[in-house]
């Protein structure tokens, strides 16, 4: 009997989230937002946090690939958690496709590796777009769903992330203030890819964003 507590204590905790969440909004928000007619997100700058035995198996540029395919699954992922609220009826913008967004990025000689000499508004007039979404991923085994199964072949490695950190910015385009950051840490069972990532954490932030209707 005390086995079968432990089994089902360990099952529920390891598919429990435990988190720490710290979220910033400014005050002006909504006043803001009400002359925004698009946002844009750019592709996550991403950190793959493999043991070293793990790296013993893949290369830097493995590993660079597969921190890029993370960057841009959280775009993806991101794109779509807005683009399904526009469907609805629930989001008060329009959304730039990542197609469209990466596209701009690439011809403006912006990427990953120096995306960081420009600031959030420099890069907002880039795509044109009245705010922009951006930020950080960092996650001891990659959640996209390439990246994932890409590192399964190498070093036999599978199952869903053990911990992940997200930290989220939404930056206005005219004077690049900072309207919301939302910095939250989940640790546990959290799915099988970044969708699903995406759909937990951007359920209390999206109380906090403006463009979406409570």
């Known amino acids: 009997m005390k086995k079968l507590l432990l089994l089902i204590f360990t099952i ?3 598919n429990s989230i435990i988190s720490q969440t710290n979220l910033f909004e400014n005050p002006d928000f909504d006043k803001i937002a009400k002359d925004h007619r698009i946002i844009g997100v ?3 700058k991403a950190s793959v946090a493999l043991r070293p035995k793990q790296m013993k198996d893949i290369t830097s540029e493995q590993l660079e690939r597969m921190e890029k395919s993370e960057g841009e699954s959280i775009q993806s992922a991101m794109y779509s958690w807005f683009l399904k609220r526009k469907k609805r009826g629930t989001l008060s913008v329009d959304v730039q496709s990542p197609a469209t ?6 011809k ?3 990427n990953l590796d120096n995306y960081e000499k420009y600031t959030p508004s420099e890069l907002a007039k880039i795509l044109e777009v009245d705010s922009i979404i ?3 991923f960092e996650t001891n085994k990659p959640m996209s769903e390439g990246a994932s199964v890409a590192l399964g072949l190498l070093i036999g490695f599978w199952g869903t992330t053990n911990s992940a950190t997200i930290n989220l910015s939404i930056y206005n385009s005219v004077d690049g203030e ?8 989940v640790r546990g069972s959290i799915g099988s890819d970044n969708d699903d990532l995406i759909n937990r954490i951007m359920r209390k932030a999206s109380r906090r964003i403006a463009y979406t209707k409570n």
Request: aromatic share 16%; charged share 15%.
């Open 108 to 110: 403006a000689g912006i």
């Open 101 to 106: 967004t990466n596209a701009k990025l690439k």
């Open 134 to 136: 951006m930020g950080t």
């Open 12 to 14: 529920f905790f390891s």
């Open 178 to 185: 900072l309207l919301v950051n939302y910095n939250k840490k």
């Open 42 to 44: 750019i592709p996550f």
